[in-house]
């Protein structure tokens, strides 16, 4: 993984005006083509991403980055890091023929968009209610 750093000599430096920054330098960079962030530590506020239970708060969120194709490693000024993974090799998702629409009583349901004679209005010709548990498969 590359490393690289964006000195920051203002005090007003915060985790969002570091993303900006970082997100920018990864636009711009021409070894990482479509630039997503899969891992980042904020050393100020002590806060990083991904959370993952009782790990090694100052290490596991770069062996994750690093572990889930981190190409690029940016340290903005002494306080923010963001990895970024290349995610051009991945096949982008076509239009989904389905939608979530909740019906008058607020139930969810899972529909399939060309049987809807209302795009707004489930119907059971072309939905499947959805209960607690399935609704968060979708």
């Known amino acids: 993984m590359r490393q ?6 203002g005090t007003d430096l915060d985790y969002t005006r570091a993303a900006a920054l970082a997100a920018t330098f990864a636009d711009a960079d ?4 479509e630039p997503v962030l899969v891992a980042w530590h904020d050393r100020k506020a002590g806060r990083v991403s991904p959370v993952i239970g009782d790990a ?10 690093a572990s889930h194709g981190g190409r690029l490693e ?45 795009p707004s209005q489930p119907t059971p010709e072309a939905c499947v209610a959805l209960d607690e548990w399935t609704s968060k498969l979708t």
Request: aromatic letters at 16%; proline letters at 2%; a negative charge.
């Open 4 to 9: 690289t750093h964006i000195d920051y000599l």
């Open 30 to 33: 021409k070894e990482v083509i």
């Open 56 to 65: 090694d708060l100052n290490s596991y969120w770069r062996d994750y980055g």
């Open 74 to 118: 940016i340290d903005v000024g002494n306080d923010f890091t963001f990895i970024y993974a290349d995610s051009s090799a991945f096949d982008s998702y076509e239009a989904s023929p389905y939608s979530n629409l909740h019906d008058a009583e607020g139930n969810e349901h899972l529909c399939q968009i060309n049987l809807l004679r209302d």
